[in-house]
């Protein structure tokens, strides 16, 4: 059976989703799960694009040791120099070169004729093999590019050194038919195409990204791109959980083999989900909450009768556990340790004892403490920016009534270490801790999303809030975890405050990153 190969681009094309923004440590959290996935290739990111980018693909190349990473880059020399610098550490150190052939890409955004991108494109593939042993490059528009023009123009770029050729459906045009269509025509056309492994990058604009890379595969790619959860630009890109679960389960249609660890999809999603602060809709395949959930009168009876009947994929199959008890209120740091490991997380003393106390804390409130409250916990300590100076809440209190004005009472301790309270009213309870937070803080905040979620089951379940603000005018991202909401909706807010801080001061995340 083909052995394929797995580009994961969560950390570069899954960033470019509107309103994410990670922080290098949300990064590198990220990364080490992917290599736990067993993706072949990770794209940590696009350095020149920012120094906060360059210090986060910089950074996992170095850590990263069973996979690839590599960066993106346009056809440029600078932004190729600047690849260098942050993946030189790499095991492998790979670069990923783009450059548009579709007709209204060279015409309007490059201002190229076809002749001018063949040039720069072999001048750039060679100018990148002086550094790189593995370049890929991508024809951006592929799929909506000439197929003469871009047969020539994969012809020369592998002769200058390219080795692998992505044929990107940059915008989610494609149908599985002309997709499959494109990757044969170049296998039989490009008379040296056997010396590269070609790729497919789908977006997902008609809903189609999954099948177009299926078709892709059907038709002679050797690599799959693809981003957990589906994120990504516009309407996001093929979800590789998605992929990986069709090729395990209709491996008599497709007989491909891939180097994933199946059981690490659960964790991976929920993962990138919450450091994202992109929600996963309950009915999505694989890894929505309902993808496993049986609701009707027949197919529950089928189910109880045997699974088969109405379940095609085991939860098992790809990590969702029956929520397990974990550890007691009279847990020792031995087993707490233990257990966290096998999570898959690896805490520094310091960041395991904040971790033990939280637990703790929760064991004197919770009544059962399971995988996913823990998960929940560590990642948010394993992501956290000790050294930097920030907001702190000390206590608060909300009165809500249906008949009197929401108040609320916070106190809190500023950057400074200094200790401020007010209360102000809302027309809610969230309102008017948020309005009470407001009146605190120095920063100019304007709150532009908030969602609550549950974490688990039950009426003890924790909260986790995720919200979107602009702070001083820069959009960021905020999540916070507590059993009560409005304790959640508050760490949500100062979490956001103190993550724009971060932005302004990455080598406080560079210090904690290297701990
Ligand atoms: C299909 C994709 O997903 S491609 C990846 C898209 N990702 C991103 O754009 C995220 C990161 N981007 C950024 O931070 C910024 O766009 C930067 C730093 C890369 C560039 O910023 P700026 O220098 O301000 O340029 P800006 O983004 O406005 O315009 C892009 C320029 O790159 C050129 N360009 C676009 N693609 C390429 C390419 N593959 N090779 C060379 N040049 C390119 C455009 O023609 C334009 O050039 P011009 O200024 O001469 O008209
Ligand atoms: C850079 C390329 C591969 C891309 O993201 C796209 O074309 O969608």
Known sequence: ????????????????????????????????????????????????????????????????????????????????????????????????????????????????????????????????????????????????????????????????????????????????????????????????????????????????????????????????????????????????????????????????????????????????????????????????????????????DGVLKNAATYEIITPALVGVQSNDLILGKHSGRHAFKDKIEKLGFQLADEKLTAAFQAFKKLTDRKKEVTDDDLFSILTEIQTDVASIKKYVLQAFQVQYGSSNLPTATVALTTPEGTRVETACTGQGSVEALYNTLEALVKEKVHLTDYQLNSIGQGRDALAEAHIKMTVNGTPVNGRGTAQDVLEASANAFLNAINRAFLLTNQSAVKETAQM
């Open 1 to 300: 059976m083909p052995q394929i190969k797995v580009f994961d681009t969560t950390l570069r094309d899954g960033e470019q989703s509107p309103g994410v923004n990670l922080n290098q440590l949300e990064k590198l959290e990220i990364a080490k799960q992917l290599e736990r996935f067993g993706v072949d290739i990770m794209e940590a990111g696009f350095p020149a694009s920012s120094q906060g980018d360059f210090e986060g693909v910089r950074k996992i190349a170095q850590t990263i040791k069973n996979a690839s990473v590599t960066g993106l880059a346009r056809a440029k020399k600078s932004d190729i120099d600047t690849a260098w610098e942050a993946l030189k550490d790499a095991v492998e150190p790979r670069l990923h070169i783009f450059l548009a052939t579709s007709p209204i890409h060279m015409t309007y955004k490059l201002k190229k004729t076809p002749e001018e991108v063949i040039q720069t494109a072999v001048e750039m593939v060679s100018y990148a093999r002086q550094k790189f042993p593995q370049v890929e490059w991508s024809a951006e528009d592929a799929s909506r590019s000439d197929l003469d023009f871009l047969a020539k123009i994969i012809e020369k770029v592998i002769d200058a050194g390219a080795t692998v050729i992505n044929l990107p459906d940059t915008v989610g045009y494609t149908t599985p038919e002309e997709y499959g269509h494109l990757f044969r025509y170049m296998k039989d056309t490009v008379p040296n195409i056997d010396k590269v492994t070609l790729s497919a990058h789908c977006h997902d604009d008609l809903g189609m990204a999954v099948a177009n890379s299926i078709a892709a595969l059907e038709n002679g790619a050797g690599q799959v791109e693809g981003t957990i959860n589906g994120i990504g630009e516009r309407a996001g890109n093929a979800a590789l959980e998605e992929i990986a679960v069709a090729l395990n389960i209709r491996n008599d249609k497709y007989p491909f083999i891939t180097n994933l660890v199946l059981k690490e999809i659960k964790r991976t999603s929920d993962l990138v989900s919450k450091l994202t602060g992109m929600a996963v809709p309950a009915n999505k395949a694989v890894v929505g909450r309902n993808a496993f959930a049986h609701e009707s009168g027949i197919h529950q």
